[in-house]
């Protein structure tokens, strides 16, 4: 079974430049992350869809940040203007979402590493 | 609202010794937890998982943990460490919030060392 699929692996933008990302989850799994992970920190959630709908999109700098997940299964994540500040690893995951008071687990992909200069 | 605080940045061991790397969690709900290990350069990958089943959780690579409701802890800990794993260890909860969605929450991840 394919995990997690993301593109590109590594990406090298100068400031105030547009960046995109593409994730392509585990089939079937309805629910999709992004998370960005800073040098020597935890991942921190950007935005979580259930299907094609964005369910909690509060850690997301809407002013330069935008997302997709048109017909519920790849999504796009999309920064611009990108600033230095954006240097990260983002990473992307699927689960099968959560029943009653269980959460299922998340399947990362290997994460997009993203340097602004 | 829900929290994770791994106490440890940073826990050396020499092989064959055993590993103890603590996790401490609140929640208003009843949660779910997981650690994750992330080697250098590589994805995260699932360790093992306690989603309100047996209170005493087998992963891969011998590691195990125990939830326990009186302390909030879901410590993870493996008889005798190995070199390769050496990696970075995240601890996460999982839980239903107030307003009716869930949240995951990452601890900030502890180093683990282990000498030769």
């Known amino acids: 079974e394919a995990g997690v699929v993301q593109s590109p692996r590594y990406k090298i933008i100068e400031k105030k430049q547009p960046v995109a990302f593409w994730c392509n989850p585990i089939?079937?799994?309805?629910?999709l992350y992004w998370y960005r992970q800073n040098l020597g920190q935890g991942p921190e959630l950007l935005i979580r869809y259930e299907n094609e709908e964005a369910v909690d999109d509060s850690q997301l700098p809407k002013d330069r940040f935008s997302a997709e997940r048109l017909k519920g299964v790849d999504s796009t994540l999309k920064i611009q203007p990108a600033e230095l500040g954006d240097s990260a690893v983002y990473l992307c995951?699927?689960?099968?979402?959560?029943?009653?008071?269980?959460?299922?687990?998340?399947?990362f992909g290997p994460g997009t590493r993203l340097t602004v200069t | 609202a829900q929290s994770v605080t791994q106490l440890d940045s940073h826990v050396s061991v020499s092989e064959g010794t055993p590993v103890l790397l603590r996790c401490n969690y609140s929640?208003?709900?009843?949660?779910?937890l997981f650690w994750y290990v992330q080697h250098p350069n590589k994805g995260l990958q699932l360790l093992l998982k306690?989603?309100?089943?047996?209170?005493l959780v087998k992963g891969i690579n011998g590691f195990e943990a125990e939830f326990k409701k009186s302390e909030t802890s879901f410590h993870l800990t493996k008889p005798s460490a190995h070199m390769s794993d050496a990696a970075e260890y995240f601890c996460?909860?999982?839980?239903?919030?107030?307003?009716?969605?869930?949240?995951?929450?990452f601890g900030a991840g502890t180093r683990l060392f282990v000498k030769a």
């Open positions: 995951a699927s689960s099968s979402g959560t029943s009653g008071t269980i959460s299922y687990e998340q399947y």
């Open positions: 929640s208003s709900y009843s949660p779910s």
């Open positions: 306690y989603t309100s089943a047996a209170t």
């Open positions: 996460v909860v999982s839980a239903a919030e107030d307003t009716g969605g869930f949240k995951t929450i």
């Open positions: 089939s079937g799994h309805n629910t």
